[in-house]
């Protein structure tokens, strides 16, 4: 698997214990998003929408088998 961004072939790191809160959940299924999707971007080094000091701690995080943090913006946009 690849995404556009990166054009990452192989994972860059494996999940740990991955948790999520019932209102995130909730949230997610209410705005038709697939936590799996958001996930696996997470672990291709998709960081896009973070600043690039974040990305950059992210890299050195990977490297150093320490904690890497996500961050993804959910927006809904509502055009009426």
């Given at each position: 698997m690849t995404t556009e961004t990166t054009k990452q072939v192989k994972t860059l790191f494996?999940?740990?214990?991955?948790?999520?809160t019932?209102?995130?959940?909730s949230k997610l299924t209410e705005m038709n998003i697939n936590l799996g999707?958001?996930?696996s971007r997470h672990i291709y080094?998709?960081?896009?929408?973070m600043d690039a000091e974040d990305q950059e701690a992210n890299r050195e995080a990977?490297?150093?088998e320490a904690r890497i943090f996500p961050r993804l913006f959910l927006v809904r946009l509502?055009?009426?």
């Amino acid at each position: 698997m690849t995404t556009e961004t990166t054009k990452q072939v192989k994972t860059l790191f494996e999940l740990g214990r991955t948790l999520a809160t019932p209102g995130a959940l909730s949230k997610l299924t209410e705005m038709n998003i697939n936590l799996g999707t958001l996930l696996s971007r997470h672990i291709y080094g998709d960081w896009q929408e973070m600043d690039a000091e974040d990305q950059e701690a992210n890299r050195e995080a990977v490297n150093q088998e320490a904690r890497i943090f996500p961050r993804l913006f959910l927006v809904r946009l509502n055009f009426g």
